[in-house]
C-alpha cells in the first residue's frame, strides 16, 4: 500500500495544484501556462523517447494535440458549432479509449508494426473527424454535410446519465463515462501493478478532463494541461531511481544505494554481511524460480530489521545491512532476532514448483506438493574501531565474520574482530 501511495500522490498534488490555483483567482501572467505548457510537452516527448517509454510519447501527443485544440479553435469558448458539438467532444470521448489501449500496449516502440498501427488508428479518427466537422473538404452536399454533423454531434453527445450529471461543464456525458472507467482501470492497474508511468496516465487524464472542462479560460486549461505533461515526466525519474537504486528481483535497496548511503557515515557504524545457506545446492534442487522465491523472502524479512538497521542486495545470495551510530553489541540482538525470524519460517513450494530440466543448473527434482523447506542464514558483522576506516574496510571485516559464521556450522551470527 506505501509503494501505491508513493506513486499516486504526485499525480494527485498536480491535480489538486491546479485546481487550487484556479479557484484561487490568483493573477497568471498571461502567455505563462501555454509557454510552460509547450515547455513540459516537449520535455516529456524526448526523454519519454529517450527513456523508450513508447507509450509516454503517443500519450504527450495526445495531449498536445488536446491542448491545441483548446488553445486556437476554441480559445474563445464553446460555439454551437461544428469543432465544438463534434471535434471537442470527439477527442473527449476518445482519449480515456485511447489511454487505456497505450497502457495494455506497453512500450512497444514508435516505428515497430505496433507503434504504426497504433499511430493510424489515431491518424484514421483524426482524418474522419475532420473531415466531418470541415463538411467533406467540399466533396458533399451542404445538406449531406450537414446531416452528417448532426449526425456525429447526437451520437457523441448521446445522453447516458440524467441531465444534471452534465450541466456543470461543457465535457458530454459518453466522454465522462469513458473517463471515469478509465480512471478506474488505472486505478486497478496501480494497485495491483504500480507502474509508475501508468500512474503518471491517470494523472494526466485527469488534468486533461480538467483543462477540457475549462475550455474558454486560457490560464485555467493551462494550467491543468502543465500538470498533464508534468504527470508524464515525473514518473520517468521515479523509474530511474527505482532502477539506479532499488534491486529488481527483491524490490530492496541495492549495492549502488549502499555505495550512496557510505557517503553518509560519520562516527561509529556496524555493518553486516549475510549469506543464505547452502543455496546454491537449493538452487540446483529446486530451480532458479524457486531460488528466486527464497531471495525475496529472505529480502522481506532482512528488510524489517529492527535497531535501525537497513538492508540491501549486495549480490547474488548475498545481502548487507548498514547500522548508522551502532556497534556490534548494539547491532547483534537485532541480527539474531532476524536471522531467528528466517529459520522459523518454513518455506512452503507450490506444487507448481519444479526445477527445469536440461539446462546445468536449472535442477533435476521435482518437490512434492506443499512441500515446506527450511531456510537458513549466516551473519558476520564489524564495526567501525578506527577513523581511518573506510566502509570498504568494515564491509571486508563483515565478510570475514561471515565466512567464520559459516565454518562454525551456519545459522549464526559471528563478530569480526
Excluded at 506513486?7 to 505563462?32: D, E, K, R, Y
Excluded at 501556462?33 to 500519450?59: D, N, T
Excluded at 490560464?219 to 525519474?237: D, N
Aim: aromatic share 12%; proline share 5%.
Amino acid at each position: 500500500m506505501s509503494k501505491l501511495f508513493s506513486v499516486l500522490i504526485l499525480p494527485l498534488v498536480l491535480f489538486l495544484g491546479a485546481f487550487v490555483l484556479n479557484v484561487s483567482g490568483m493573477t497568471i501572467t498571461p502567455g505563462l501556462p501555454e509557454a510552460a505548457c509547450y515547455a513540459a510537452a516537449g520535455l516529456a516527448g524526448v526523454l519519454c523517447w529517450r527513456f523508450k517509454r513508447s507509450r509516454g510519447v503517443f500519450a504527450t501527443g495526445l495531449i498536445l494535440l488536446g491542448f491545441w485544440l483548446v488553445s486556437f479553435p476554441l480559445a474563445s469558448g464553446m460555439q454551437y458549432d461544428a469543432v465544438s458539438l463534434v471535434g471537442y467532444a470527439a477527442y473527449a470521448d476518445l482519449l480515456p479509449i485511447f489511454f487505456c489501449i497505450l497502457v495494455l500496449m506497453g512500450d512497444r516502440g514508435l516505428l515497430t508494426p505496433w507503434g504504426i498501427l497504433f499511430f493510424s488508428a489515431v491518424a484514421f479518427c483524426g482524418a474522419l473527424f475532420l473531415t466531418v466537422v470541415d463538411g467533406g473538404w467540399g466533396l458533399l452536399t451542404p445538406q449531406v454535410a450537414q446531416d452528417l454533423q448532426n449526425l456525429f454531434a447526437t451520437t457523441l453527445h448521446h445522453r447516458l446519465l440524467p441531465s444534471w450529471a452534465d450541466m456543470w461543464t461543457w465535457l458530454p456525458q459518453p466522454a465522462m463515462v469513458h473517463t471515469f472507467l478509465a480512471v478506474v482501470f488505472l486505478l486497478l492497474r496501480a494497485f495491483f501493478l504500480a507502474d509508475p508511468l501508468e500512474v503518471g496516465f491517470l494523472g494526466a487524464l485527469l488534468c486533461t478532463a480538467a483543462g477540457l472542462h475549462c475550455v474558454g479560460n486560457p490560464s485555467a486549461s493551462g494550467l491543468f494541461f502543465f500538470a498533464a505533461f508534468v504527470s508524464l515526466i515525473v514518473p520517468l525519474f521515479q523509474d530511474s531511481y527505482r532502477m539506479a537504486f532499488l534491486d529488481e528481483l527483491t524490490e530492496i535497496p541495492s549495492r549502488r544505494a549502499m555505495t550512496a548511503d557510505f557517503k553518509k557515515l560519520g562516527g561509529c557504524y556496524a555493518l553486516a554481511m549475510c549469506d543464505i545457506d547452502h543455496f546454491k545446492k537449493f538452487n540446483d534442487t529446486y530451480g532458479h524460480d524457486v531460488g528466486d522465491d527464497v531471495l525475496r523472502m529472505v529480502a522481506t524479512h532482512l528488510n524489517r530489521v529492527s535497531g535501525g538497521g537497513s538492508a540491501y542486495r549486495y549480490g547474488g545470495e548475498e545481502f548487507a545491512i548498514l547500522f548508522p551510530n551502532s556497534n556490534t553489541t548494539d547491532a547483534q540482538p537485532h541480527l539474531e532476532q532476524v536471522r531467528a525470524n528466517i529459520e522459523n519460517s518454513p518455506f512452503t513450494l507450490r506444487a507448481n514448483d519444479r526445477a527445469g530440466s536440461g539446462a546445468k543448473g536449472r535442477g533435476k527434482a521435482t518437490p512434492k506438493p506443499r512441500e515446506t523447506v527450511s531456510v537458513t542464514i549466516s551473519i558476520g558483522v564489524a564495526e567501525r574501531k578506527d577513523q581511518r576506516q573506510q566502509p570498504e574496510d568494515v564491509l571486508k571485516e563483515a565478510d570475514k565474520a561471515l565466512y567464520k559464521a559459516k565454518n562454525s556450522g551456519r545459522n549464526q551470527v559471528a563478530v569480526g574482530h
